[in-house]
């Protein structure tokens, strides 16, 4: 365990205070539960992605033993010595980071992981940390990856299916190219000291309020809570944890080439003062040529104009990136009406 002196403590108390913004109240709220063994559940999920943009998935063919291995090679990970996991990093634009989130001054309770899919991470940065072979942890994400890849184009198939769009693969192809830019990201957060817990009853926030700009995400956790999603009406919901099952939530992307019509879901997560919390996240996104706009199949059914104007993936992300997380990332792209 690595034991911060009060001075360090206090300086990234500070930095995460400065950038907290209070929470909402926070309602109650049913997640939607979608069982995506059963075909007939595409209209559940499209309803779903219309009223929440997130929703929870059982029955999902992960196999366990992915899951078990990447929880233990994360664990062993960021248990290690911060002189260890620091020689990881920092991110160019992959590794290890600690505390900042993008270039833009965001700050969170919380250390990560961030890699691509595709291009090949130097694993042989986790030698030099203790008990972290670069192989097994090179394997336990590839197994996982290829697991969540595939259930997002399961997931993402069933939703063309249920918005009787042809053909069924108009979204999941963009996974499946070998070009597609995907992410896989490790978040840890661990628990946050009492007196950071006390200033002014606040909860801290462990990973600020933001949207993904990919097509879709797929997220596992322990059995620890904080994350908490928006409703469309600005109200903030806890969203119980559930370390059997994944989240899944809609991604700018999808909301562009839906017209609107899935929603893209702000999230954040709360810092927690007792128990540590693991996320692994899958962030399926286009290739960086792939030109995003609405669908004109969607557009002839509803005989309505594009909201959006078109644009590439390569542009929405390095504009995405520029932003603060709190941005509304897609102003700039939306047509004036």
């Known amino acids: 365990m690595v034991v911060l002196s009060r001075q360090v403590v206090n300086e990234q108390l500070s930095s995460i205070i400065k950038n907290y913004k209070s929470p909402s109240s926070f309602f109650p709220c049913n997640i ?7 075909p007939e559940s595409k209209n559940q999920l499209v309803k779903a992605c219309e009223e929440f943009g997130f929703f929870k998935v059982v029955n999902h063919g992960v196999p366990m033993e992915f899951i078990t291995k990447l929880e233990l090679e994360a664990t062993k990970f960021f248990s290690s010595p911060m002189s260890q996991k620091e020689k990881t990093g920092p991110l160019d634009p992959f590794g290890y980071g600690n505390k900042k989130i993008g270039p833009n001054g965001d700050v969170g309770w919380v250390e990560y992981i961030l890699l691509s899919t595709n ?14 072979n670069p192989k097994d942890i090179r394997d336990a994400v590839n197994d996982y990856v290829l697991a969540m890849k595939k259930m997002a184009c399961e997931i993402l198939e069933m939703l063309a299916e249920g918005l009787k769009i042809h053909p069924k693969n108009v ?3 963009l996974l499946m190219d070998e070009k597609s830019d995907s992410l896989f990201r490790l978040n840890h957060y661990p628990p946050c000291p009492d007196e950071f817990q006390e200033y002014n009853g606040r909860n801290l926030i462990g990973f600020g309020e933001h949207t993904d700009p990919q097509i879709i995400s797929l997220l596992r956790s322990n059995n620890t809570s904080g994350l908490q999603i928006s409703l469309v009406d600005g109200h903030w919901i806890s969203v119980p944890p559930d370390q059997n099952s994944f989240f899944i939530n809609v991604g700018d992307s999808l909301q562009v080439m839906t017209n609107g019509r899935f929603k893209s879901v702000k999230h954040r997560v709360l810092a927690n003062s007792v128990k540590s919390r693991l996320s692994m996240i899958y962030f399926g996104g286009p290739p960086l040529s792939e030109k995003i706009a609405p669908l004109a199949s969607l557009l002839i059914k509803g005989d309505q104009d ?5 644009f590439t993936w390569f542009e929405y992300k390095n504009s995405a990136y520029k932003s603060r997380l709190s941005d509304n990332r897609l102003a700039l792209f939306e047509k004036v009406v």
């Open 119 to 132: 291009s090949e991470f130097n694993y042989q940065k986790f030698a030099s940390i203790l008990g972290v």
């Open 306 to 310: 594009s909201l959006y104007k078109e």
């Open 32 to 38: 939607p539960l979608i069982d995506i063994s059963n």
């Open 171 to 173: 979204f999941s192809k």
